[in-house]
């Protein structure tokens, strides 16, 4: 069965600094990858996929991932954190059986 | 239009008490999913229909927990006999079709309390 590793719990950034949240899959086969975003009290929200194609994934928000097959990774980025960006966020792989595995998830806090 | 609505939001339950918990789908949606999220942890899967068959019961941790949709639509999501250990958010999603790369969309989830 598929996993996932976020080895990161807890991250701070400064508002308007650079960010990146790292993702590991473990999988047989090419991958359905995901990053969702979740606010307090808040449900899961889509950042973004990945299942073929261009390995660089453009989202929503201003964050993009890139898959790399040879680190079995799908780190999330965005150049430029804003306040709000302050949430759980979760990466999660997909199979063909439709069973998504998610990651433990990691905080991010945003400092003003 | 609508998103995916769960009722309650928020469950106490006495330990050893029935609980159900209601999914209502994005309409016309053919998936449909329950996680369970403990505090501090990702949504660990739970099962999943298309339309009203249930296809994966995997994670479902015990035979206290049952899950139905009996018409296709809302699913019902039922622990019997509930134990602390059965406290945290169940999430439910939706998606389009049965296709792997679909996006699920979430609902807000129940927060079962067990005492």
Excluded at chain 1, 38 to 46: D, E, M
Aim: hydrophobic share 35%.
């Amino acid at each position: 069965a598929q996993s996932v590793t976020q080895p990161d719990i807890h991250i701070t950034v400064s508002e308007g600094a650079s960010l990146e949240l790292r993702c590991n899959y473990s999988y047989g086969a090419t991958p359905y990858l995901f990053w969702y975003v979740q606010s307090p009290g808040q449900g899961l929200q889509l950042l973004l996929k990945y299942f073929s194609g261009d390995t660089l994934v453009q989202g929503i928000k201003g964050f993009e991932a890139e898959f790399k097959r040879s680190q079995s990774s799908f780190n999330l980025r965005k150049p430029s954190v804003h306040w709000s960006d302050a949430a759980e966020y979760f990466c999660a792989v997909g199979s063909n059986n439709n069973d998504m595995r998610f990651g433990a998830g990691t905080r991010l806090t945003v400092k003003p | 239009g609508a998103g995916v609505s769960q009722s309650p939001r928020y469950k106490v339950a006495k330990r050893g008490q029935d609980v159900a918990l209601r999914c209502d789908p994005i309409s016309g949606h053919v998936s449909l999913f329950w996680y369970q999220q403990a505090l501090g942890q990702g949504p660990e899967f739970l099962t999943y229909f298309q339309n009203e068959a249930q296809l994966d019961k995997s994670g479902l941790p015990s035979d206290r927990f049952f899950a139905e949709r009996p018409e296709g639509s809302v699913s019902t999501l039922k622990i019997q006999r509930t134990q602390q250990e059965d406290s945290a958010v169940y999430l439910c999603a939706s998606s389009l079709s049965g296709r792997a790369s679909n996006e699920q969309f979430f609902g807000p989830g129940t927060r079962l309390t067990v005492l």
